[in-house]
């Protein structure tokens, strides 16, 4: 049962916590959400919304170069940047005041300002206004985010030329050229970005390979076409230094046990993000964590009883619809219900151009945890839509346990890949096997037609495709 008084205290307006406050609002409690910025977080005002409305538009840029082929007359005269940013910040303006219009129609009161730990029951929250208040005696629900990390690189902190997502959201002019240290997501989708507005981009990624923990054989697939478009790409490169240069930074990078140079006029820094809790002063109420990590269990618990944490404050999963899940179960726990997060069916999309989905095991992990499976390839070479939309570039691979063949992963490259990914995820959720995947129909002529073909080809009876 609920418990239609409960008051519940939220700290931070992210896609986290303004989930977390509306669940908290329907099962009656009486709900304070506490946000230092503008409410949406990082999410809809500096990272994934602003983030694709960029991309659209550099894909939009792109289809028009293209028309042509398709027969359409188009002559495209470059691009205007101030009307880019500007569509940008409408959107993430018009979704932000959604939420605000979502506060008051759920009564959530909503205080701008900032909160701190007194101790395990009180909140003391220093005002927008300048004034001060003081919360004691409600559940609540911590939900701070995560802030870029930067590297102690020497030289990155204090050039006004080293820049991070927020920074690459709002240049003032599309660079000529740009390094991004990290080939990770916020690595690629802003080399993809800017490369399609014309930018000379180069990736600098430590490790051996981009997007580490995305399906390999199609991470190597991503890298040959991002490198097809013009961007450089250096893996197993350290970044050694960033020093001032007349075009703006220099990039000193130990690769291939040489030291080599790159110049740009930026550099986009995307090593990862960490917790955002410096500022809750979390000691004062005990609250167990790793470095500033929260830690929870299952139920979004902390240690502290009545005290619950959700996304990138937690460190781990740092991504929107995680948060905002991981939002609906501390609430409903907070209101007297009792639910449990389980992240098997937790998709990461990547938006580059073509998109880059996952959900479940990659082959990589399989090996590594000694599973017995087979795999189903299906390239949207085949795929009718696919040659439309992109001229059929990517694939489909499904990944499923040798004996029982249930789904175990299921890795789109391709144009909607992060929207596909759904009937995958539930795939996996649902413990389906590939007969399930099968049996279903799927419409012609669709992209998720390639899902079924993949999970055809794990027996070798792919329709489209030469079983090898
Ligand atoms: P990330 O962890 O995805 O990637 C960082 C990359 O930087 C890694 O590949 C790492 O090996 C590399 N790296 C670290 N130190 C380096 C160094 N000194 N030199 C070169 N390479 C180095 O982190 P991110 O891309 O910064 O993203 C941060 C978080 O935001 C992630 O958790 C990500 O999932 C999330 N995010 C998600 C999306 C999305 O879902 N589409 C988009 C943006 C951000």
């Not at 781990?316 to 449990?340: C, K, R, W, Y």
Request: net charge negative; charged share 20%.
């Amino acid at each position: 049962m609920s418990n239609g008084s409960q008051e519940i205290i939220v700290v931070g307006g992210g896609p986290g916590g303004y989930v977390a406050a509306i669940r908290a609002a329907q099962l009656g409690g009486k709900v304070t959400l506490i946000e230092k910025s503008k409410l949406g977080g990082t999410c809809l005002n500096v990272g994934c919304i602003p983030t694709k409305v960029l991309l659209h538009s550099a894909d939009l840029l792109a289809e028009a170069q293209h028309a042509n082929e398709f027969g359409i007359n188009v002559s495209v005269n470059g691009f205007d940047w101030k009307k880019v940013l500007k569509k940008k910040d409408g959107v993430s303006s018009q979704l932000v005041n959604g939420i605000n219009g979502l506060m008051k129609a759920n009564k959530i009161k909503v205080i701008n300002g900032t909160a701190e730990f007194i101790s395990s029951k009180t909140l003391s929250i220093k005002k927008a206004d300048g004034t001060q208040e003081t919360l004691s005696g409600g559940k609540i629900i911590l939900a701070t985010g995560s802030v870029p990390a930067i590297p102690p690189i020497p030289g990155v902190k204090d050039n006004e030329h080293c820049i991070d997502s927020t920074g690459a959201l709002s240049l003032t002019e599309v660079p000529k050229s740009l390094v991004v240290i990290g080939g990770g997501v916020i690595g690629v989708e802003f080399a993809s970005i800017y490369s399609q507005f014309g930018t000379k981009v180069t990736i600098i990624e430590a490790l051996p390979k981009l997007l580490p923990l995305m399906e390999g054989e199609l991470t190597a697939q991503l890298r040959a076409k991002l490198e097809k478009n013009g961007i450089d790409i250096y893996t197993e490169a350290k970044v050694q230094s960033v020093e001032s240069s007349s075009v703006g930074a220099k990039v000193n990078v130990e690769y291939k046990g040489e030291v080599i140079n790159f110049e740009a006029e930026k550099v986009l820094v995307a090593v990862g993000r960490r917790a955002n809790t410096e500022s809750l002063k979390l000691e004062k109420a005990n609250i167990g964590n790793d470095r500033g990590r929260i830690q929870v269990n299952e139920r979004m618990e902390t240690n502290v009883k009545n005290i619950y944490a959700i996304g990138d404050c937690l460190g781990q999963v740092m991504l929107a619809h995680v948060a905002s899940v991981q939002g609906e179960i501390a609430a409903e726990n907070a209101m007297g219900l009792d639910a449990f997060y389980n992240g098997k069916t937790v998709p990461s999309c990547v938006y580059t151009n073509p998109e880059f989905a996952g959900v479940g095991l990659t082959e990589e992990k399989a090996k590594e945890e000694e599973i017995e499976y087979v795999t189903g390839n299906f390239p949207l070479m085949a795929n009718g839509k696919a040659l439309i939309m992109n001229g059929g570039e990517g694939m489909v691979k499904v990944i499923v346990g040798k004996e029982y063949k249930e789904v175990l992963g299921v890795h789109i490259l391709g144009p909607r890949a992060t929207d596909i990914i759904a009937e995958c995820a539930l795939a996996i959720g649902m413990e389906a096997t590939i007969e399930d995947l099968i049996e279903t129909i799927h419409a012609h002529p669709t992209l998720t037609e390639a899902v079924r073909e993949a999970a055809l080809a794990t027996e070798k009876r792919a329709i489209h495709a030469f079983n090898k």
